[in-house]
């Protein structure tokens, strides 16, 4: 069992950068794939960055690949995304994953466990 919980998200401006945290419970955590995932309203519920349980490998959705960047600690139990150049339409609530068998996958329906979520907000 993994609980996961995200943090870090709120309001900034274009340009701007945010640095969202998700802290997992559970012995799985090294050994799972961990992805970032969002939502914005009235839409699908969307893949944004993925990482290996060694951090060797990473995913990333076309649409913020070069200004996110995922990153773990398995040590802290955590991962990380870092958003710079932000855009008004990377508001979304954003969702962080665990994928306790792999390999490495956007698709949401391979991650097991998901956490409730954190509101980012941009403003133009």
Do not use: H
């Not at 990333?60 to 958003?83: C, P």
């Not at 508001?91 to 068998?101: K, M």
């Not at 991650?111 to 509101?119: E, F, H, I, L, M």
Request: proline share 3%; net charge positive.
């Amino acid at each position: 069992q993994v609980q996961l919980v995200e943090s870090g998200g709120g309001l900034v401006q274009a340009g701007g950068s945010l640095r969202l945290s998700c802290f997992a419970s559970g012995r799985t955590f090294s050994s799972s794939v961990m992805g970032w995932f969002r939502q914005a309203p009235g839409k699908e519920r969307e893949f944004v960055a993925a990482m290996s349980w060694s951090g060797g490998s990473t995913y990333y959705a076309d649409s913020v690949k070069g200004r996110f960047t995922i990153s773990r600690d398995n040590a802290k139990n955590t991962v990380y995304l870092q958003m710079n150049s932000l855009k008004p339409e990377d508001t979304a609530v954003y969702y962080c994953a665990a994928d306790i068998r792999g390999p490495l996958s956007l698709r949401r329906s391979a991650y097991d466990y998901w956490g409730p979520g954190t509101q980012v907000t941009v403003s133009s």
